[in-house]
């Protein structure tokens, strides 16, 4: 639903705790296929259609259900339908599937279901769905052409270094004395890879193996959730990717009826850094212990001064849950133009980088054969 709605429940239901479930007890479905989040937001639409339509839960459940044979949601409906049958609520047989449904979506559809505006609930969800997943594309498409070039660069330094320099190794050492600087260092490594290519290898896997193990560490994790926050300009994407997540589902949570604590909760099961993720669950022990949502918000040093002070207001005035989807909104157009403004930026950049790199390697190339040129001329 998010950019990571789809991690594990934390929760069944408004107000409801799920208790972990034992390693030996939890399901594995090895060779089975992942639902996608396209087929849950399929699910989200058409249930909110036939419901607002007047169609009763059950054969609206089974009539999704048939128009996805081929998906493996299909499996997940046909579960939730017959839990229904048997008496359960909507909410708790999704919870059944926290794969597939986050506890932001959960808690909405309890709460929904006890006040009667179950299809509104959905659409609104779907709307969720339809903006993360648009923020989700701007931050791919944002950094993946930055990346490309990062990668051919050092493919292509890589390849000139393994293949070209050494058919001219022969032709060079006639005027070992002569060539400039860069062509001697090219050459040096150019020796050094091929010499050791396969402990240069090894230690690359094994660098990049220790790497990703670290990061998966407590220590590794809080060091890339930090990292992420302070990098210039970055971080600043970062943040406001955060805030745009986290106040959209606060805001709609409390406007749905879930309570400030379980909201707040909820809030942090949709982030995927440690540091965030650790200030909510903070927040919500405030909250716990009787403070208020606004005594949390100012100490966050990742939220800029104008969204504290309108969350403020709305804690004063008893418009927080519309506050908390303006400020989402607002800020996800602002988080539109940093992306805009980082592709503009980066771009000419990273060409001026790759020209000053080729430059560099022809230029190490062609100077020396122009003094081979002179000396036989």
Excluded at 181 to 203: C, G, N, Q, R, Y
Excluded at 312 to 341: I, N
């Amino acid at each position: 639903m998010a950019l990571e709605f789809d991690m594990p429940a934390a929760a069944a239901r408004k107000g409801a705790k799920q208790a972990p479930v034992p390693l030996m007890q939890r399901k594995f479905s090895f060779g089975k296929r992942k639902v996608a989040a396209k087929d849950r937001m399929f699910f989200t639409e058409q249930l909110a259609l036939l419901l607002e339509t007047g169609t009763s839960l059950h054969p609206a459940l089974q009539s999704i259900r048939s128009q996805m044979d081929d998906s493996p949601m299909a499996e997940v409906i046909e579960e939730i339908a017959d839990g229904v049958v048997g008496g359960g609520s909507l909410s708790e047989q999704l919870a059944k599937h926290p794969e597939v449904f986050s506890p932001t979506y959960v808690n909405l559809v309890g709460a929904s279901e006890q006040g009667g505006f179950l299809h509104e609930v959905l659409e609104q969800l779907q709307k969720m769905d339809d903006q993360n997943a648009e923020l989700r594309a701007s931050l791919i498409s944002a950094f993946s052409y930055p990346a490309f070039l990062v990668c051919f660069s050092i493919f292509t330094l890589v390849f000139i270094l393994l293949v070209v320099f050494p058919k001219f190794a022969d032709m060079f050492a006639n005027i070992g004395d002569r060539l400039p600087a860069s062509t001697k260092v090219l050459m040096a490594t150019s020796d050094f890879m091929i010499a050791h290519w396969l402990e240069l290898l090894i230690a690359t896997g094994a660098g990049v193996i220790t790497l990703v193990w670290w990061l998966g560490t407590a220590s590794g994790k809080a060091w890339l959730a930090r990292s992420k926050l302070a990098t210039p300009f970055l971080g600043r994407v970062w943040r406001r990717v955060y805030l745009v997540v986290s106040f959209r589902v606060l805001g709609l949570s409390l406007k749905n009826g879930v309570s400030l604590v379980d909201a707040v909760r909820t809030s942090q099961e949709v982030i995927d850094n440690a540091y965030i993720r650790n200030y909510f669950i903070g927040l919500s022990e405030t909250i716990e212990n009787g403070g208020r949502l606004n005594d949390g918000i100012d100490r966050a040093d990742w939220l800029p001064d104008l969204a504290k002070q309108m969350v403020a207001t709305a804690e004063q005035s008893g418009s927080l849950p519309m506050v908390l989807l303006r400020v989402s909104d607002y800020y996800h157009k602002e988080l539109e133009r940093l992306l805009q403004r980082f592709s503009k930026m980066v771009e000419p950049i990273m060409l001026v980088v790759m020209g000053a790199l080729v430059g560099l390697l022809v230029s190490s190339l062609l100077l020396p054969i122009f003094k081979l040129s002179q000396a036989v001329g």
